[in-house]
């Protein structure tokens, strides 16, 4: 397995209490991804990282936020955490911007209460 | 915009039958395809990519699966399946064009194989 690591594994929070998933790697790659899996919908991008500093917005970014400040480490906070954002979050990691595959890590079950 | 649709949400199938799972996608540009396996409780796993070449690739576990241009579709195939086989599977494709390859998914097909 690609060395990925999402913390905490669980998490179950109240309405409105923000809350922050990291995602460390161990491989340098250079892309980070933050899916969302929810039944019926697959998985959907929620933002991404190109680099340090350099992250961008997926199709379900609304509530969420994203920071890298280093290489190895990508955080995807829920300012004010909705019922709506009860889900399995994804990392994901790439080595390039081209065909290389993701590799995923083992996610992190949120529920909001 | 590129768009993913897996035509069947649950496929039952008999164990040592054959199996197809549908997939067909919609883009503008050229795409990248490639197969996801899901086994509970984890992440996913790539089966097989088809970026260029040769339109039948070969993964692994003994899936293969056929790009058909005109058709716009991506179906993976196993001859014979195992009880192991028993997992959800996702149908991506990811643009050629654009600064970060962004992988939009398919909603899953889960494949249950019965004794």
């Known amino acids: 397995d690609a060395g990925i690591t999402q913390s905490p594994r669980h998490k179950v929070t109240e309405t409105g209490t923000p809350v922050t998933l990291r995602c460390h790697q161990t491989e340098n790659h250079r892309y980070m991804y933050w899916y969302r899996q929810d039944p019926g919908h697959g998985l959907r991008l929620i933002h991404y990282s190109y680099g340090v500093k350099d992250t961008d917005k997926g199709e379900v970014s609304d509530g969420y936020s994203v920071s890298r400040s280093k290489t190895e480490d990508f955080l995807l906070t829920l300012e004010s955490a909705t019922s709506s954002q009860t889900s399995v979050y994804f990392c994901?990691?790439?080595?390039?911007?081209?065909?290389?595959?993701?590799?995923f890590g083992n996610g992190t079950r949120l529920t909001v209460t | 915009a590129q768009s993913v649709t897996q035509l069947d949400s649950q496929v039952p199938v008999f164990e040592e039958a054959p199996v197809e799972l549908r997939c067909n996608y919609s883009s503008s540009v050229s795409v990248y395809l490639f197969w996801y396996v899901q086994y509970p409780n984890q992440g996913l796993q790539l089966l097989l990519k088809y970026l260029s070449g040769s339109t039948l690739v070969k993964g692994i576990n003994g899936f293969e699966a056929e790009f058909n241009k005109s058709q716009t579709s991506f179906h993976l195939r196993k001859p014979s399946v195992h009880i192991s086989d028993t997992a959800e599977y996702f149908c991506?494709?990811?643009?050629?064009?654009?600064?970060?390859?962004?992988?939009?998914f398919g909603s899953g097909t889960q494949l249950t194989v019965l004794p």
């Open positions: 991506a494709v990811s643009a050629l064009s654009g600064s970060a390859r962004q992988l939009t």
């Open positions: 994901a990691i790439s080595a390039t911007g081209g065909g290389s595959p993701l590799h």
